[in-house]
């Protein structure tokens, strides 16, 4: 089992910014892929951003050159700095890891989600 506990959401204005972070328990951190996911009120949950356990990056169209995602595998805690934000960047955020299993096959966990609101 992973347990994850997100911290950083709140209230910030537009243009200012916020740094989400996401604590995970158990081991096996470094070795999985994790992402941060958001969803506003009426829409689906979709991907944010996410980082492999090589470093590889991927990010969502809407955080492409505003959002940074980095983790730190020795304290088993993944990073979102989010810049220029938005009132459309408003939603609840949550962090992921992708766990893969020991005879194929992945197993996802999530973390409790943080609200960000972007408002003046």
């Known amino acids: 089992q992973v347990q994850l506990v997100e911290s950083g959401g709140g209230l910030v204005q537009p243009g200012g910014s916020l740094r989400l972070s996401c604590a995970a328990s158990g081991s096996g951190f470094g070795r999985n892929a994790v992402g941060w996911y958001r969803q506003a009120p009426g829409n689906q949950r979709g991907l944010v951003a996410s980082i492999t356990s090589a470093g590889s990056t991927n990010y969502g169209e809407s955080a492409k050159g505003r959002f940074t995602i980095s983790r730190d595998n020795a304290k088993n805690t993944m990073y979102l700095q989010m810049n220029s934000l938005q009132p459309e960047d408003t939603a609840v955020y949550y962090c992921?890891?992708?766990?893969?299993?020991?005879?194929?096959?992945?197993?996802?966990?999530w973390g409790q989600g943080t609200q960000v609101t972007v408002s003046s």
């Open positions: 992921n890891i992708r766990v893969q299993l020991p005879f194929g096959g992945s197993r996802d966990f």
